[in-house]
């Protein structure tokens, strides 16, 4: 598609069945170039979280498991959402709809180092800030296999020197199960662990870097290794690399935190640049680390997956309020009251009285049918303006690009942005204090009632009128079923619906090109409509 779909339905990445295919050969192409694994990175705009399957069910997670790519680094969300916008995946049979933790599992299997034992199929996926906004920068440096990174924050100003440890690996963002096997294994060579390792970019000469390795057991940071570290001369990286020779025999330990590093570089003016501190496990084992809540909801919840869970447990929800109260009054002798205590006897007491508003109760339920069965509105749906189509709550359906007079959906499950907050925060409230008004217009009915001695099916409606009057000049009148303070907050609630209504439809007029009354009347107009007429309905009469 040559041109993309307007926001705010543009939400998702959409791989093509195409692109998954180009991208599957050119990574086994480079698996079939040596015997020995080659380390693989991947680089994307949309995170995994916000990345849609294709039309034939495939998704880059796919292709990413099945190559064991090392990491993929994207962008799109960056670090508005948190610094720990990173996660690990690792192959699962089961449907997955939510990760809870950057881990994936919560306890890592047995090492199998035989010859025939199949490899870990994982990879890390790792959010990066943006330059435009958040000026930061990361550096990445492959050693010997291992994939690890610093991110740069200019906006603290700029930076004399940077520093990169490379081995060992960190523990909470950079190991994976694969270091474990080759530890346990002995996959790789000893030299490959029998030194640490830094990159290291000064703009002055360095007099002096060492590595400093704290043991945490105590309590606190306790020093328990300073080495210096040698500069390599016959290095092919773009910076500095540095080693220090370690016993790394010394530093096995079952727990991957214990042990932490850290990287001070002494330029010739004696300047003193400190890395960050990174707990280690020279066995490979991962240190758990947690999102927090706003990190969960962007990167440990697969959004596309859960459109459609989410939407038909709402749907069926709002139905069933709205369904079984009825069913009960016509069908049962059952009843509720607000005078038996209990969420759920209120609710059924909200909703049996929205029942004896008929127009409002079917109005409600012809509703929810026409956001299932009817498109939501019409709109330009591209960029460029050519194009109309109509959404639903599959998505935008346009013209087949094939021109075979067949049509086809586009933005889905990106239409969730829209179709869930809709039946969330405007269709379910908006049940609710109808059902709220009718409700309060009861109690107040009986209130009067008792006031007047009158049973409720008293056909004398003008004696009733005539008290009504009398009450009112009382002095019980301040009471808040007298002075329906109730109702009062009610219709606020009712104003704050309409209003938050009003404001969608006013961003999707603005975004679509569209005419509120020409392109999507049932959309915009039914609820501000039934709240109108169920405030008329529960006026001040008895």
């Given at each position: 598609m040559s041109v993309g779909v307007r926001g705010p339905t543009n939400l998702f990445g959409h791989p093509t069945d195409q692109l998954l295919s180009e991208l599957d050969m050119e990574l086994s192409h480079w698996d079939s170039q040596s015997k020995h694994p080659i380390t693989k990175i991947s680089f994307g705009h949309f995170p995994l979280s916000f990345s849609a399957t294709s039309h034939s069910g495939k998704s880059l997670k796919d292709i990413f498991l099945n190559h064991s790519i090392s990491a993929y680094i994207c962008g799109h969300l960056h670090a508005r959402f948190g610094k720990n916008l990173k996660r690990h995946h690792q192959f699962s049979s089961l449907p997955e709809f939510f990760q809870l933790n950057i881990h994936q599992l919560s306890s890592q299997p047995p090492v199998n180092c035989s010859t025939d034992a199949p490899t870990a199929n994982e990879f890390w996926e790792w959010e990066m800030g943006d330059w435009r906004k958040s000026r930061a920068m990361r550096i990445l440096a492959i050693d010997r296999g291992h994939v690890s990174y610093v991110d740069v924050d200019f906006k603290l100003g700029t930076k004399k020197t940077i520093?990169?440890?490379?081995?060992?690996?960190?523990?909470?963002?950079?190991?994976?199960?694969?270091?474990?096997?080759?530890?346990?294994?002995?996959?790789?060579?000893?030299?490959?662990?029998?030194?640490?390792?830094?990159?290291?970019?000064s703009v002055s000469p360095l007099v002096s870097v060492t590595a400093m390795i704290y043991d945490t057991r105590p309590g606190y940071l306790s020093m328990v290794l300073e080495a210096p570290m040698i500069k390599l001369q016959h290095n092919t990286s773009r910076g500095d690399l540095y080693i220090a020779p370690w016993n790394y025999r010394a530093f096995a330990d079952p727990s991957p935190d214990r042990y932490w590093l850290q990287i001070e570089a002494t330029d010739f003016m004696g300047r003193s640049t400190l890395s960050d501190l990174r707990p280690f496990s020279i066995n490979g084992l991962s240190t758990k680390l947690s999102w927090t809540w706003k990190e969960f909801i962007v990167m440990g919840c697969q959004w596309a997956?859960?459109?459609?869970?989410?939407?038909?447990?709402?749907?069926?929800?709002?139905?069933?309020?709205?369904?079984?109260?009825?069913?009960?009054?016509?069908?049962?002798?059952?009843?509720?009251?607000?005078?038996?205590?209990?969420?759920?006897?209120?609710?059924?007491?909200?909703?049996?009285?929205?029942?004896?508003?008929p127009l409002a109760w079917f109005g409600l339920v012809g509703y929810l049918f026409y956001l299932i069965l009817f498109p939501w509105f019409i709109g330009q749906v591209f960029t460029d303006g050519k194009d109309k189509g109509y959404m639903t709550y599959m998505g935008w359906v346009i013209k087949s690009v094939n021109e075979d007079g067949k049509h086809e959906y586009v933005g889905s499950p990106d239409v969730m942005v829209v179709v869930l907050p809709h039946l969330l925060f405007v269709v379910f409230p908006a049940i609710l204090v109808t059902g709220a008004l009718a409700a309060e217009k009861q109690i107040y009915r009986e209130h009067i009632l008792s006031l007047s001695g009158k049973k409720e099916d008293d056909p004398d409606q003008e004696e009733k009128r005539s008290?009504?009057?009398?009450?009112?000049?009382?002095?019980?009148?301040?009471?808040?079923?007298?002075?329906?303070?109730?109702?009062?907050?009610?219709?606020?609630?009712?104003?704050?619906?309409?209003?938050?209504h009003f404001m969608n439809c006013r961003a999707l007029i603005k975004a679509y090109e569209m005419n509120p009354i020409i392109n999507f009347p049932g959309y915009s107009l039914t609820i501000p409509?039934?709240?109108?007429?169920?405030?008329?309905?529960?006026r001040r009469n008895v």
């Open positions: 520093i990169l440890p490379t081995f060992p690996l960190d523990s909470q963002l950079m190991s994976t199960s694969s270091s474990r096997h080759e530890y346990e294994c002995r996959a790789m060579g000893p030299l490959s662990y029998e030194a640490i390792r830094a990159l290291v970019f997956a859960l459109y459609y869970p989410m939407l038909w447990s709402a749907v069926y929800f709002l139905l069933l309020i709205l369904l079984i109260p009825k069913a009960l009054l016509i069908f049962s002798n059952k009843h509720f009251t607000y005078k038996n205590k209990g969420f759920l006897n209120i609710l059924g007491w909200v909703s049996q009285e929205l029942c004896r508003v008290l009504w009057y009398g009450y009112r000049g009382s002095r019980k009148s301040n009471s808040c079923v007298g002075e329906r303070w109730i109702r009062k907050v009610l219709l606020v609630v009712c104003l704050a619906i309409c209003w938050k409509l039934l709240l109108a007429y169920t405030v008329y309905r529960t």
